[in-house]
């Protein structure tokens, strides 16, 4: 941009793009070296930086890494051009507010050619500061599009990597079994990690935007800068002096007031987080809470939990009542600072009224950023929350895996437990040395009295006890299948139920239908493509139907049933069995059973006595 010889500007516009270009440049690679070096400090000497390499170090590295470094590498170039024009703009104010003073003068002296000088800056000063805010404003809405692309391309990733860490090996059963357990992965893994990803991202580029704007500033204030002379003291720089000190010491006091932030808004999320467990629990429970008429029980114990939020939130109040305050009497009491400084030095002439409302803006601005590190206290502290939630759910899920099972091994066609045990937790024995095999066609029905082991058995042959040991061998995945007293129904169309846990796509209509039919429940054939929560609209009866239905979908060698059959009548049950028995003739079934009906439909009895010894033998005729 060309300038008239007029009013002196306090810098060469007409070359500025050229030098912004070369700074920008500069500072990226200062950055990116800085950055990255205190990066590496903070994960290998801090807790809560070894907790994030924790949880989503994967991200940074391995293939695929090197677009999140692209990406990383673009929001700080944004960044640093941020903090660029924040700067420009400081110069832009004191050629603007320089325009006016030399207006003034030549007013009071009548001097014409002064005023056209200074209308002359003006306009100039205008059209620059129309070129900066386009610029500006262009860059804040790429800026912004960045990092919520950003936010949301590292949510996807860390949301898929926790889920899936926290369904493998079946962790999302077994981490009830560890030492210490965790509270409402759910939460953890919904809420968390989308703390998790806003707060690293905005709290790393914040601290970049503010540790490079005080470099900056600090060049532009110590030009403006001159000596101050307190109470006998000569303090050269006093500008700049004043407000690095000034700043440093408040952001200490409000480290020391705003620590235990932490802690407390780690109680916030787990209290909040208890209490809408337990409204999720009523929800879910409803018709047994309303046959018990346990109205005055839930309602009590819902309002007990969330006093427990309510206290723990007036912990928050009040804490932060006395942070928010003494950042607030911080803020405020900068305002006159670069005035009171510079006051001296513009009544003798020393600077202009533009020096003096960039001194005041680049005050504004150094203190600004390193109030930063003071006023992010709060969100740090909610963000060390959510990491350490997450990463403890993570730690739970590995704990999980590492605790004992029964050893698996795969056969085509035949199950063989060789010396199984199965204990309670506390040690005590249920089920001792037992050793059988079981080949095509083969039926067997587990009798004993309650408490005996009969489910906690299956448990362990399905390896989800920890209390267990020996070996089995048995057909692999979906060759075999256990199946619960209630099972399990997915949320989603009817379809998808039926199907569970095979692929919808895998099934043909007709066949849904046929197979429908078959287990009595014909007047759903036509409900395969509702949505609903078909665990709440299916009876017991027709849920268990169901389940027999996916023995005939999946066709399994081998197939476990937990008193599958408890819930419908003895005719329906004897039907169920038969079809199994006909439709898939050389499955092996195991069931768990009371009813003595269920005995016919299989050839050997298995009998726990609930201390260790067991006994098989052919069922009686």
């Known amino acids: ?95 603007m507010f320089t325009s006016f003073q030399v207006g003034a003068s030549a007013l009071k002296a009548a001097d014409e050619a002064g005023v056209a000088e200074a209308k002359t800056g003006f306009w100039n000063s205008a059209k620059l500061f129309i070129l900066l805010i386009t610029i500006w404003m262009v860059k804040e809405l790429v800026y912004l599009y960045a990092k919520l692309a950003f936010d949301i391309r590292w949510r996807v990733w860390l949301t898929e990597r926790v889920t899936t860490d926290w369904m493998r090996g079946r962790a999302f059963y077994r981490s009830r079994f560890i030492d210490n357990t965790i509270d409402n992965p759910d939460q953890r893994i919904q809420a968390d990690t989308d703390t998790f990803t806003q707060q690293s991202r905005a709290l790393a580029l914040g601290a970049v935007e503010a540790v490079v704007s005080v470099v900056s500033f600090t060049k532009v204030l110590w030009d403006l800068s001159g000596p101050m002379t307190i109470l006998g003291v000569t303090i050269p720089r006093a500008a700049l002096v004043i407000v690095l000190t000034y700043v440093l010491v408040s952001t200490v ?106 001194t005041a803006s680049a005050f504004g601005e150094i203190q600004s950023s390193l109030s930063f590190f003071r006023e992010s206290y709060d969100d740090f502290a909610a963000y060390r929350a959510s990491l350490i939630r997450l990463d403890g759910l993570m730690i739970a899920s590995n704990d999980s895996r590492d605790l004992p099972k029964i050893a698996a091994t795969d056969l085509d066609d035949t199950v063989k437990l060789d010396k199984v045990d199965v204990r309670k937790p506390d040690g005590e024995v249920l089920i001792d040395d037992l050793t059988l095999r079981l080949d095509p066609s083969d039926a067997l029905v587990i009798k004993g009295a309650s408490g005996s082991g009969k489910t906690t058995l299956l448990r362990a042959l399905a390896q989800m006890w920890p209390y267990a040991a020996g ?126 009906t269920v005995d016919q439909h299989h050839t050997q009895v298995l009998t726990l006595e609930g201390d260790g010894p067991w006994e098989l033998a052919p069922v009686k005729g």
């Not at 500072?27 to 949880?55: E, N, P, S």
């Not at 470094?69 to 941020?82: D, K, R, V």
């Not at 839930?298 to 932060?320: D, P």
């Not at 070996?471 to 209630?486: D, H, N, V, Y």
């Open 253 to 358: 006091i409000a480290f020391w007031i705003g620590h235990p932030l932490i802690r407390i808004n780690f109680l916030i999320e787990r209290m909040n987080a208890n209490f809408r467990y337990s409204l999720v629990r009523v929800r879910d429970s409803a018709e047994s809470v309303a046959f018990y008429n346990g109205e005055d029980v839930e309602r009590n114990g819902l309002l007990g939990r969330f006093a427990q939020v309510i206290q723990v939130q007036w912990s928050y109040v009040y804490r932060y009542l006395k942070f928010a305050g003494w950042n607030f009497v911080v803020g405020q009491s900068a305002y006159l600072f670069p005035y009171l400084i510079q006051a001296p030095r513009f009544f003798s002439g020393a600077v202009t009224l533009g020096g003096m409302n960039q």
């Open 1 to 95: 941009m060309g300038w008239e010889a007029c009013v002196e500007t306090s810098r060469d516009w007409s070359v500025e793009w050229f030098e912004s270009l070369k700074w920008l440049g500069i500072a990226f690679l200062i950055t990116a070296v800085v950055f990255v070096v205190i990066a590496a400090l903070l994960l290998r000497l801090t807790k809560w930086g070894r907790q994030f390499w924790h949880v989503s170090g994967d991200y940074f590295r391995g293939p695929g890494a090197w677009r999140t470094w692209l990406f990383i590498a673009a929001l700080l170039i944004l960044a640093l051009l941020s903090v660029r024009l924040s700067v420009l703009i400081s110069y832009w104010g004191n050629d």
């Open 471 to 596: 070996e089995i061998s048995r057909p692999a995945g979906t060759e075999t299948l256990f199946l619960s007293q209630m099972p399990y129904l997915p949320l989603g169309d009817l379809r998808t139920a039926v199907e569970y846990p095979v692929k919808p796509e895998d099934v043909s209509d007709e066949t849904l239908r046929e197979v429908l039919a078959k287990v009595h429940l014909g007047h759903l054939v036509d409900r395969l493509d509702d949505e609903d929560d078909w665990a709440k609209i299916l009876s017991p009866g027709e849920q268990q139907r169901l389940a027999f239905a996916r023995i005939l979908l999946v066709r399994p060698k081998v197939v476990f049933l937990d008193e599958a059959t408890s819930a419908v009548d003895e005719g329906l049950e004897y039907s169920l069995y038969k079809l199994i028995r006909t439709e898939v003739p050389d499955t092996i079934v195991v069931s768990v059973a009371h009813r003595s």
